[in-house]
């Protein structure tokens, strides 16, 4: 069986920028200060970048959910839609607040919750909605926005997998009433640790500063992190620019096997950012262990590869109310393979080794 030889796929990649930032952290001892010049810089280039105007630091994607819907003033006795198929976070963090997650099935092309969905769904407690962009899918923003609006319920837009993306021509992150950022270890910014909470609304970001204030910032990101993002984010464009390039050749080697796999699918006048690239392996929507035979024989391929989110479709109905059927939320968390950044700022020819390990090692199983 061929083998992936090029790899293997490190990140983050070695950043002379990101190193001389560090350097004059270190030089200008901001790097053992509580407050400095990085963290400032940092919130205001968000703020441009994502359209907003304001930008909350904080140590992770996870504890931004759940300051957003602290900020929203979610709590005991409300509802909070969330996709069948996400972050295992996203629900810890509605059940953080006090609040009941209502699970609502996804697209099965985008991956992400589909709003149509949401139309014959008892509301009369829902405050707010979680959505995530997810594995190269993007929400429909426009539509859910109009929906909330009428129907009164807040929204929190989590970006983490994609900064960059834009809908409509607008910047992923700047549509929800809140939208959160990641920067941990594996994501396409990052500083090990971290994240950010971006809104327009001044109240929600004061009842959050209120909440992370324990007479000191509770969940805080450092000057360090700081100084080690800022020139990621200079990047951030020509970067998703090389992964959209790559998925596009690796998707056109990947759809001769279009009857096993399904791909992504991005709408029209939206443009993801590429954090995990996302297929279904079809045979195993309905028997999973077919998925898990496929990827164990990719990673000994030494191909990057791995299962989506496990989803919620087996939680516990004490846990949460479910809103029709979960159907697609329960094939895609069977029979996701996702393929991880990294290979897409590779060298073409190792990432399309890749593309190429996929489809022999895959053609071999189902013949
Ligand atoms: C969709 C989504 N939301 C939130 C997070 C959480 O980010 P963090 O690891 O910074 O807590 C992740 C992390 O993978 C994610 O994929």
């Given at each position: 069986m061929q083998q992936v030889t090029l790899g293997p796929f490190d990140w983050p990649v070695a950043d002379e920028d990101v190193r001389v930032a560090l350097e004059q952290a270190y030089a200008d001892g901001s790097?053992?200060?509580?407050?400095?010049?990085h963290c400032e810089a940092l919130a205001a280039r968000l703020c441009d970048q994502f359209s907003r105007k304001r930008a909350m630091l904080c140590s992770s994607g996870t504890i931004g959910v759940e300051l957003a819907l602290r900020g929203l003033g979610v709590g005991e006795g409300d509802e909070v839609v969330l996709a069948g198929?996400?972050?295992?976070g996203n629900f810890r963090a509605i059940e953080a607040v006090g609040a009941r997650p209502v699970l609502v099935d996804v697209d099965s092309e985008t991956w992400?919750?589909?709003?149509?969905?949401?139309?014959?769904?008892?509301?009369?407690?829902?405050?707010a909605v979680v959505v995530s962009h997810l594995h190269g899918g993007l929400v429909d923003m426009p539509k859910l926005m109009n929906m909330a609006s009428r129907r009164g319920w807040r929204i929190v837009e989590d970006a983490c997998q994609q900064p960059g993306a834009s809908i409509e021509g607008q910047p992923?992150?700047?549509?929800?009433d809140v939208s959160v950022l990641s920067f941990g270890g594996s994501k396409l910014l990052t500083s090990g640790r971290g994240g950010a909470v971006l809104t327009d609304d001044m109240q929600v970001n004061q009842r959050m500063k209120i909440y992370a204030n324990?007479?000191?910032?509770?969940f805080p990101l450092s000057e360090l992190q700081a100084a080690a993002l800022l020139p990621q984010l200079k990047k951030l464009e020509e970067r998703n620019q090389a992964r959209e390039r790559r998925v596009g050749e690796i998707l056109q080697i990947t759809s001769q096997l279009a009857s096993w796999l399904r791909p992504v699918a991005s709408r029209a006048e939206t443009r993801p950012a590429y954090y995990k690239l996302a297929w279904s392996f079809m045979p195993a929507e309905t028997q999973p262990e077919l998925r898990d035979q496929l990827l164990a024989k990719l990673q000994t391929a030494g191909a990057p590869l791995d299962a989506g989110f496990r989803g919620?479709?087996?939680?516990s109905t004490r846990r949460c109310r479910k809103h029709g059927t979960l159907s697609n939320s329960k094939r895609l968390s069977q029979s996701t393979l996702v393929l991880h950044h990294p290979v897409l700022l590779a060298h073409k020819k190792a990432a399309l080794q890749v593309a190429e390990v996929l489809v022999e090692t895959l053609r071999h199983q189902v013949s």
């Open positions: 790097w053992g200060r509580y407050h400095g010049p198929y996400d972050f295992s992400c919750l589909d709003i149509r969905r949401l139309e014959g769904l008892d509301s009369s407690a829902v405050k992923v992150g700047s549509w929800g324990r007479g000191n910032q509770a919620f479709v087996g939680r």
